[in-house]
């Protein structure tokens, strides 16, 4: 997700860090609540909260649990619970546009949280709505909780099923840069339709022992590994 919150959150989110409440606002909803670590990590290097703020991750008393939650600046709504995310945004996207207000609503999904069926009747909803100012970003890593997302629920052909939905798909790789900041500038994709993005990504990007692994969907780096991660993070970048 790293790369594309960067992207978001520096080059196509309309928000004001000083005003989190600005009712002409881009809003940004992380469906796949669990990614909350980034996504803090976005918001604080943003300037919704400071940065030191980061060092209390997931420790007792602090705003910044585990899941994303709401009352943290920036955070729209708490997530976690998948398949919520969506239908959340659908909601929110066509209160928008009664209102008359221009504010887009980017909502970030996971492949495996494709698996509930919530998300397919919000798929259907948004473009009987004609949510032009709704744009999906699916994480499509290919691995969810218990093993590769072929194995547990395959989804293929994904891109074929949005389209036949009626959504306006563009399929990236969600870690080059350029791909990721094109097809973010370009939405809406069409006028009168939301819009997907489908990121193919790798879990662990950039990561040697943790790239596209399903053991570190959990685990967390000891001391050593973490060195190592961020060594070979200033590397590649």
């Known amino acids: 997700m790293a790369d594309?919150?960067?992207?978001?959150?520096?080059?196509?989110?309309?928000?004001?860090?000083?005003?989190?409440?600005?009712?002409?606002?881009?809003?940004f909803i992380l469906s796949k609540g669990h990614g909350a670590a980034i996504f803090y990590a976005a918001l604080a290097e943003r300037g919704f909260f400071p940065v030191e703020e980061?060092?209390?991750?997931?420790?007792?008393?602090?705003i910044l649990n585990g899941h994303?939650?709401?009352?943290?600046?920036?955070?729209?709504?708490s997530s976690g619970s998948l398949g919520h995310g969506?239908?959340?945004?659908?909601?929110?996207?066509?209160?928008?546009?009664?209102?008359?207000l221009l504010g887009r609503v980017f909502v970030m999904l996971s492949d495996g949280e494709l698996d509930e069926g919530s998300n397919w009747e919000a798929f259907l909803f948004a473009p009987q709505h004609n949510l032009d100012n709704l744009i999906a970003i699916v994480d499509y890593n290919k691995i969810q909780a218990y093993g590769r997302t072929e194995d547990v629920m395959d989804l293929e052909p994904l891109s074929?099923?949005?389209?036949?939905f009626r959504w306006e798909v563009r399929e990236i790789d969600g870690h080059n840069i350029e791909e990721i900041s094109t097809a973010l500038s370009a939405v809406p994709l069409e006028k009168g339709r939301p819009s997907l993005i489908l990121a193919h990504t790798v879990k662990g990007k950039g990561v040697s022992f943790m790239e596209d692994s399903l053991a570190w969907h959990y685990k967390c780096p000891n001391d050593e590994e973490t060195r190592l991660a961020l060594e070979e993070l200033r590397v590649s970048s």
């Open 68 to 77: 994303a939650t709401s009352g943290v600046p920036g955070v729209e709504v």
């Open 54 to 62: 980061l060092d209390t991750y997931c420790q007792s008393g602090s």
């Open 160 to 164: 074929d099923k949005f389209k036949a």
């Open 4 to 27: 594309l919150l960067a992207c978001l959150y520096w080059e196509t989110l309309k928000i004001d860090p000083s005003k989190p409440e600005w009712s002409e606002r881009d809003r």
């Open 86 to 100: 969506l239908p959340i945004g659908c909601g929110i996207a066509l209160a928008q546009k009664r209102a008359g």
